[in-house]
């Protein structure tokens, strides 16, 4: 009887057993949930400046936009170039300089003068000039009277000693020379770290003609054909002035003395100067 009792619970349990159980579906990947730690973010576009996240307020400044490359990524050999333009140009535009003269050769009598020089800039780094100088002054009795007037050292006296009284020098009066101007190098100096003054040096050469104290009455010589060649430097303040430092030696045949042969005098002289340019103002261009 209990055998006959379970074969039927057996039989009223397979139907159940038999349902069929629901699997996994693998032909597809699993749906994931959504997780706020998870999410992915999308990629950043690192060409264009990002933009802040919080928004500025009025007690808080606004941020300065990211950007990816700043000026200090540049390398210094970009920003600086190796070769830059000139700050002052001198090409078309004439010159007239003021000049100053004393001899620095003389060591009895030293000599001053005055005189002008008029340039044309054929080049910024040529020019032609016509310089005159003066190395006499108006005597207070008659201003129309111009004589030289050499002061005397205190060598003097001892030359005259040693020379038997009598010293042999040529006194220069007046020249007229007309030189070429050659400016081979160009640089800029910072003055008292304020200012930045452009400079050049200069080459200069010609010929002309020299009036000497033997070229006056009663020998009525005429005047002397002269050489000179020097250099200095100018400095330029300003669009239109330029100072100038310079040192210029003039050789010329002549003769102190009637009963003497002629010989080549040497005459050196320091100039300071003053340049003004026109037009006052020039406009850079390139090469």
């Given at each position: 009887m209990r ?5 039927l619970?057996?039989?009223a349990a ?9 699997g996994l ?11 706020g730690?998870t999410t992915?973010l999308?990629?950043?576009?690192l060409?264009k400046?990002?933009?802040?996240s919080?928004k500025?307020?009025a007690a808080?400044?606004?941020a300065?936009?990211i950007?990816p ?17 000139k ?13 100053f003269a004393f001899?620095?050769n ?13 340039a044309?800039?054929?080049h910024d780094?040529f020019?032609l ?6 190395y ?7 201003p129309?009277s111009?004589q030289?007037?050499?002061?005397r050292t205190d060598n003097a006296?001892?030359g005259?000693?040693?020379?038997g009284?009598q010293?042999?020098?040529?006194q220069i009066?007046?020249q007229l020379?007309?030189?070429?101007i050659?400016?081979p190098v160009y640089?800029k100096v ?6 930045i003054?452009?400079?050049d ?6 010929f002309?003609l ?15 054909i002269a ?5 200095g ?15 210029t030696?003039t050789l ?5 003395i ?6 080549v005098q ?8 003053l ?6 103002t ?6």
């Amino acid at each position: 009887m209990r055998s006959l009792l379970a074969i039927l619970w057996l039989a009223a349990a397979l139907p159940a057993l038999a349902q069929e159980v629901p699997g996994l579906d693998l032909s597809q990947p699993p749906k994931q949930k959504d997780r706020g730690d998870t999410t992915e973010l999308p990629p950043i576009d690192l060409s264009k400046p990002g933009e802040p996240s919080v928004k500025p307020t009025a007690a808080q400044p606004e941020a300065r936009p990211i950007v990816p490359f700043s000026e200090k990524d540049v390398a210094l050999g970009d920003k600086v170039k190796a070769v830059q333009r000139k700050g002052f140009m001198k090409r078309g535009r004439f010159e007239v300089a003021p000049v100053f003269a004393f001899t620095v050769n003389d060591a009895f009598y030293q000599k001053f003068g005055a005189g002008l020089r008029l340039a044309y800039n054929l080049h910024d780094s040529f020019g032609l000039a016509l310089r005159g100088v003066t190395y006499r002054k108006p005597e207070f009795s008659n201003p129309r009277s111009w004589q030289p007037s050499p002061i005397r050292t205190d060598n003097a006296r001892a030359g005259k000693i040693a020379f038997g009284g009598q010293l042999l020098s040529s006194q220069i009066y007046d020249q007229l020379m007309l030189d070429g101007i050659w400016s081979p190098v160009y640089g800029k100096v910072s003055f008292l770290q304020k200012q930045i003054i452009h400079f050049d040096l200069f080459l200069s050469a010609g010929f002309g003609l020299v009036w000497t104290a033997t070229t006056e009455p009663p020998r009525n010589e005429d005047p002397h054909i002269a050489t000179d060649f020097g250099g200095g430097v100018r400095f330029y303040p300003k669009e239109w002035l330029a100072f100038e430092l310079g040192m210029t030696a003039t050789l010329y045949p002549d003769r102190p003395i009637a009963s003497l042969p002629a010989t080549v005098q040497k005459v050196f002289v320091a100039n300071v100067g003053l340049s003004f340019f026109f037009p006052t103002t020039f406009e850079y261009v390139h090469p």
